[in-house]
């Protein structure tokens, strides 16, 4: 059974973000110039970040030139991403299953596998039309999310990771439809438990929602170097829409 609101307390949690502390922020912004380029994006776009996490995506895009509004559910994150607002790079705690802005940004992202989290297909429907409405008409919303095809034949999986101490015990295997990740570890003599659950989503669900939204797919791309897809032997599935 998947706890619904999970990643409530989880991306609010001080260990989420140890955890996760050494993703390549090199990779992630050479991706980020390279779908600017690759669509000629113009400077002073309106540009929202659904589920921003601390922003660190959010303020390298407004360092390009964009007016870029970051968005998450978490607290704490939102809190920690405003102490570097600007004029041109604005933070909100919101839900992405409600539209914040209609009818006004250029861009929508969605990055890094920010998706799949809710229990029902209705809530998926409801944020896919969420980050539709934001949008502008002719305006576009990239998703980026895991290959889950090929994710799928390496589980399951064990691992460890130590980090500031602490040693994390990892273990992602496919339950009811999720690909789940089972997170324990002990602090200070307290031991702990964190589940994520992402949701098995391929192509051509993606591709109802979408439709169901007004959203048409223009591009699709399987890794961060924008080489075409292949549902076997991709590592992402990265989307690029355009609302009609």
Known sequence: MVDKEWFKEWFDSHYYHLLYQSRDEKEAHQFIQRLIGRFALKKGLKIIDIACGKGRHSKFISTLGFDVTG????????????KDENKNLHFARHDMREVFRPNY?????????????????????????????NLVRQGHLVIDFLNVKKVIKTLPVKEQKTIENITFNIEKFLANGYITKEIAFDDEGRAFHFTEYVKNIQLHQFQEYLNLSGLEIIHTFGDYHLNSFDETTSDRLILICKKN
């Open 71 to 82: 968005i998450d559910l978490s607290a704490e994150s939102i809190t920690y991403a405003q």
């Open 105 to 133: 940004f250029d861009v929508a992202l969605n990055l890094f596998t920010s998706f799949g989290y809710f229990e029902s297909e209705e809530e998926n429907k409801k944020a896919i039309q969420a980050m539709a409405d």
